[in-house]
């Protein structure tokens, strides 16, 4: 009976013991292919279920003179963008190939990628995203679904839906740190539209945040640049702030208090950014210094420089509303594309070393746009990617900040006086105004008074007249 029933487990015996030599011969291939001496984190990021379409990059444009082909993605292929940092090959790896230490930051990113956004080109934009917050330990958040209905998301141009979801994912997650503890909250967060590409993953977003020693610059809750439409909210940076909640509830709400302007608007949250923060019927209009205390609006090439020296052409075409070609790709030097107004650098152009390329407008030919610049942002090249450039950055950056300081602070000064001015006349029509009320009080009561003792005096002679 023993031996029938050993015989009868043999079978078992051995398939369990063949089971444990092909684990421990896969473990020994593992253990051979991976390289523990380098240090390198290898690290790939798929960006949310992402779909896997074609690559759709022009053929006909060469990065920097390398020899790429456009046709497919770089570090892609039938699968969905990933980012890799390979094993360096020697001892002495290049700077840009050291692995990033990892750390968390105070800063967070938010982005929405939703609708027409969810494509290919966009994905391996947020992989260069991925390279920069992985090197400065940012958490970003992106929302990949509408989060708002037809009651916000009225857009008469017919549009892509999916903007007004910008304010509102911004709101919940400031409204959700303002819920914590304040020494365990974020404190900014930088959004980005789906469009910006990271050319230079060593830059911080601190460094462009006003310090938080400057008395003056204490108020600042919101760090955006403009261009030639005015404030542009593609790219820019909100304190976890009460303020902040508020500003993004009156962002979110604007279709619908201001219906009519969103007739004529050619933006939409921009739109609604331009008019809460510069026009004179804005409720900010009302406030002290008309809110102008709580926003600052720095240099634009710090965060959201464009690919472009002119968005229009000297007769007034669209640059964008064509594919790209080799002419038109930046070189990021002072060398610009002859679109007819002169040559002359304008402030927004991306130059060499910037952190970001903006896409704003390309939405019908992004994939020509944005992929050779994708492809760029991917190869690092030393001169665009590189630890120098924050360096003189921070100079301009600090005595830009050290400006603002005195400047706020000045106006803020101003403001308290003529602040305090208003009070006391506030105070001197209220007392009058009070003054008024009790001296109308004392002579309609008088009148009444005096009413009263007359009748009681008619009364009085009518019954001595009846009496006689």
Known sequence: MILSNFQAQRPLRIISILAVLGCLWLWLITFHNSSFTSGAISSEVPLH?????????????NNDNQDVDHSVPAGSGSDVPTVNTPPPSTNQPAEHEKPPARKTSRVAKVTVAANALDVDVIHRAMQTHERHNREHGYHHYIAMNQAVSSLIENDR????????????????????????????????????????????????????????????????????????????????????????????????????????????????????????????????????????????????????????????????????????????????????????????????????????????????????????????????????????????????????????????????????IEEEKKKKEQEKKDKEEKERKEKEKKEKEAKKKKEKEEQERKAKEEVRVGGH
């Not at 279920?49 to 444009?61: H, V, Y």
């Not at 921009?270 to 240099?299: C, E, I, N, Y």
């Not at 007819?340 to 992004?366: L, N």
């Not at 120098?388 to 600090?398: F, N, S």
């Open 49 to 61: 279920g992402a779909p896997k379409p074609e690559s759709q990059q022009p053929k006909n444009i």
């Open 157 to 416: 141009a017919g549009r892509p839906q999916g903007a007004w979801t910008k304010p509102a994912y911004l709101l919940s997650i400031i409204v959700a740190e303002l819920e914590k503890p304040e020494e365990e909250r974020l404190k900014w967060v930088f959004w980005f539209d789906a469009d910006t590409v990271v050319m230079n993953p060593y830059t911080p977003l601190e460094l462009f945040l006003p310090p938080e020693n400057a008395k003056g610059l204490s108020n600042v809750d919101l760090v955006i640049s403009s261009n030639w439409d005015g404030l542009n909210s593609g790219v820019f940076a909100f304190r976890v702030s009460p303020w902040s909640a508020s500003f993004l509830s009156a962002v979110l709400a604007y279709p619908i208090y201001n219906s009519e302007r969103m007739k004529t608007d050619r933006f939409r949250d921009q739109s609604a950014f331009q008019f809460l923060l510069t026009d004179k019927a804005s409720p900010l209009a009302q406030t002290p210094m008309a809110g102008r205390d709580h926003w600052v609006d720095v240099p634009i090439r710090w965060f959201n420089s464009l690919p472009v020296n002119n968005a229009f052409y000297k007769n007034g075409t669209w640059l964008f509303g064509k594919p790209m070609v080799e002419e038109q790709f930046d070189k990021g030097t002072n060398e610009v594309y002859d679109d007819g107004h002169g040559g002359k650098v304008q402030k927004w152009k991306v130059m060499q070393g910037d952190m970001i390329v903006h896409f704003a407008g390309t939405s019908y030919v992004r994939d020509s746009w944005m992929g050779p610049w994708v492809t760029r942002a991917e190869q690092e090249l030393p001169e665009w990617a590189n630890k120098t450039t924050k360096d003189a950055l921070k100079v301009e950056v600090d005595k830009f900040w050290s400006e603002q300081n005195k400047k706020l602070t000045k106006e803020r000064a101003a403001s308290a």
